[in-house]
């Protein structure tokens, strides 16, 4: 299994620090709103990455943190009047509730921010004793001229770092230093005592003290999309490797690309910013899922109606071909060529940087190979049982919905008024109601 990592810009053999075990961190939300498709983008591809890698023998632990006391969350409570604590807890439910629907199950461990302060004052009390900290009267700042390799990860310069999250404070030695600790002394906002007065964390600090709790000051792999490069990971191998002495933090770094709608990057100004849940009222999870693998997980990806009605119809080639193999899964052999292909097809791309575009291409490689060939019981099992691995890696169900006999009258009163718009030559409605049924997962054809 080869791995991109965005440190070395290179596709490295997948090495885990403990034989056969995985120590994955990726970056959660920050919990003041409700999930939008770009967060949706990012879990599914690394939950299919963590589905993949317990399929191939390796032993998991995922961590995500839960951001629950940032700025963000501050203005939100200012704004609306609620406690941030209530905000944070709000919103994180139905984060996890996103996720669920999803079926981004892989995460072992949600770590909130909050539940970590006092690893998080220990991590920055020992950055502190080895130099590499110092206090103002605002707050605690890492000092990033005692950490030459700062950068490493982006390729950028420290000249380039923005203050983000964070208040421009003058009496920090450099522009540049990040926070690790504001103090907040005299406020209404949410603070926790330190040794440096009242206040709360600064966001680069959280991860770090919960990876370091967790997994020690070296794990495998810490994922997260693309714009958190920088500053965000450059700022955790600062402080990580600081306290630690050791490098790397990370053996592998993996960042999702960017997701647009239509072209554009998404934003609430816009009116193209698109929540998980605005998402599944119109679609169901599983072609969401699909439309995510079509497209490599370090490459951009461009949502639209079509492009997610196309997921749709492609998955459904996937779910009829399934559906046609009518026997019961169960172990046996078969020395169909067709198959041995595909299977070798499918592991070699999920072996390649998880890329699930050609290990797609290979399950319809297969459907169109076997079309015209008469299946015996042991080929349809085997091929069945393909699909069924296949179908646990992608977390996508590929049975389709039975219809209910309690709907059956109901149905047969929807059929008939479609056919009489068909005859009426109605055809925009009545392909409505048959690409809103098909969504509904009931197959419809002409």
Not at 94 to 118: P, Q
Not at 206 to 216: H, L, M, N
Not at 317 to 334: A, P, W
Request: charged content about 30%.
């Amino acid at each position: 299994m080869h791995v991109y990592s965005t440190l070395t810009r290179s596709k490295e053999n997948f090495k885990t620090i403990n034989k056969n075990r995985v120590n994955l961190f990726v970056c959660g939300p920050t919990v003041y709103d409700d999930a939008h498709i770009g967060h949706g983008r990012t879990y599914i591809s690394f939950d299919t990455i963590k589905r993949y890698l317990e399929y191939s023998g390796y032993a998991v632990f995922y961590i995500q943190n839960i951001t629950d006391i940032d700025d963000k969350i501050i203005n939100r409570s200012k704004e609306s009047g609620i406690p941030a604590h209530d905000i944070a807890r709000k919103f994180e439910k139905r984060y996890i509730e996103d996720m669920t629907k999803l079926n981004v199950t892989g995460v072992n461990l949600f770590a909130r921010a909050t539940d970590h302060v006092d690893e998080i004052i220990d991590q920055i009390q020992r950055l502190i004793d080895k130099g590499y900290a110092y206090e103002t009267e605002d707050g605690v700042y890492f000092e990033i001229d005692k950490f030459p390799e700062f950068g490493k990860l982006s390729n950028r310069n420290v000249e380039e770092l923005e203050s983000h999250r964070d208040i421009a404070e003058t009496t920090k030695k450099n522009p540049q230093d990040f926070a690790l600790w504001k103090k907040r002394e005299g406020t209404d906002e949410p603070v926790w005592p330190s040794p440096w007065g009242n206040g709360r964390p600064g966001w680069h600090i959280e991860d770090t003290a919960i990876t370091e709790y967790y997994f020690g000051p070296q794990y495998d792999a810490h994922g997260g999309g693309l714009d958190l490069i920088f500053p965000h990971h450059e700022a955790e191998i600062t402080q990580m490797e600081a306290v630690s002495g050791k490098a790397p933090m990370v053996e592998f770094w993996l960042h999702t690309g960017f997701l647009n709608v239509n072209g554009e990057k998404m934003s609430k100004s816009l009116n193209n910013f698109i929540t998980i849940r605005d998402l599944l009222k119109d679609y169901d999870a599983d072609t969401f899922r699909f439309f995510v693998l079509s497209t490599h997980y370090r490459s951009p990806i461009d949502f639209s109606k079509d492009s997610l009605h196309q997921s749709q119809k492609s998955l459904e080639k996937i779910k009829k071909f399934y559906s046609s193999l009518d026997v019961e899964v169960s172990d046996v052999e078969s020395d169909l060529d067709e198959l041995k292909i595909a299977k070798e097809s499918f592991f070699n791309g999920m072996d390649d940087d998880f890329n699930t575009p050609k290990a797609i291409a290979a399950v319809f490689d297969l459907i169109n190979a076997v079309k015209n060939i008469k299946l015996n019981d042991n080929d349809k099992i085997a091929i069945k049982s393909f699909l069924d691995d296949v179908s646990n890696i992608f977390g996508i169900d590929f049975e389709i919905q039975e219809i209910s006999t309690d709907s059956d009258e109901l149905l047969d009163l929807i059929l008939n008024a479609r056919q009489e718009l068909r005859s009426a030559k109605q055809y925009d409605l009545s392909d409505k109601i048959r690409d809103d049924l098909n969504k509904l997962g009931y197959e419809i054809n002409d």
